[in-house]
């Protein structure tokens, strides 16, 4: 039974295309988040919702926008990809706002633009 | 320069070994300090975390913070081929605007039997 689930798990699509990757939690957390980790490991923040509310923007291009129906659920929707956006995408929930509390994260999304 | 400061690895070992991963960082607010190890092709997880300075030993894992070095370390003693993965560190604040998780770029770890 996972605790948070990302789909698709792979996706290769080409330059141009929009594309959608879903996130699910079970925990019933109030936020949940998507992280962006590079080919050199690194993981850095892109948005936060806290209770269906955006509370985190970094700085990404607005091709990439979240979507939460529900506390469960947050979506990211990313427009005209570009190679540069070929990374592994990470959704996480926590129980409190900020994850000092464990945060968990989905297996990931591994975007390949070409 | 990014303000959590992480040494890629890979750092390869014997089984059985003490290993030392490190971070360091630039911004003082940091106060909240965690550890997540990640599996090839898999999500993070938190292995431990603590608050300000001090240890934190939980099993084969102890976790140390000097904030006055601006310094955390993770030790991990008789390591096990099962410890062979990615370490990240990560941190926040303790109450911001911008209340998310600093990562470390992450330390890879293999551990040869």
């Known amino acids: 039974d996972t605790a948070v689930s990302q789909t698709p798990k792979y996706l290769v699509t080409q330059m141009g295309n929009d594309k959608s990757i879903k996130c699910e939690q079970n925990?019933?957390?109030?936020?949940m988040y998507w992280y962006k980790q590079d080919s050199k490991k690194f993981l850095k923040i892109m948005f936060s919702y806290n209770n269906k509310e955006l509370i985190i923007n970094e700085t990404v291009p607005n091709r990439f926008s979240p979507k939460s129906p529900d506390k469960a659920h947050l979506n990211l929707h990313i427009n005209s990809l570009e190679l540069g956006d070929s990374a592994v995408y990470f959704c996480a929930s926590s129980q409190d706002w900020g994850g000092v509390l464990e945060a968990f994260f989905g297996q990931g999304t591994r975007l390949t633009v070409v | 320069q990014k303000e959590v400061e992480q040494d890629p690895g890979p750092l390869s070992v014997p089984e059985g070994a003490i290993v030392s991963l490190n971070c360091t960082y630039s911004n003082s607010a940091f106060q909240y300090f965690m550890w997540y190890r990640q599996y090839s092709r898999k999500g993070p997880e938190l292995l431990m975390y603590t608050y300000s300075s001090g240890n934190k030993e939980d099993g084969r894992f102890t976790a140390q913070v000097d904030k006055s070095s601006k310094y955390i370390s993770l030790f991990i003693r008789d390591s096990q081929p099962s410890d062979s993965a990615t370490y990240l560190c990560?941190?926040?604040?303790?109450?911001?605007?911008?209340?998310?998780?600093?990562f470390g770029s992450g330390t890879r770890l293999q551990v040869q039997p």
């Open positions: 925990l019933g957390h109030d936020t």
């Open positions: 990560a941190m926040r604040p303790m109450d911001t605007g911008r209340r998310a998780l600093t």
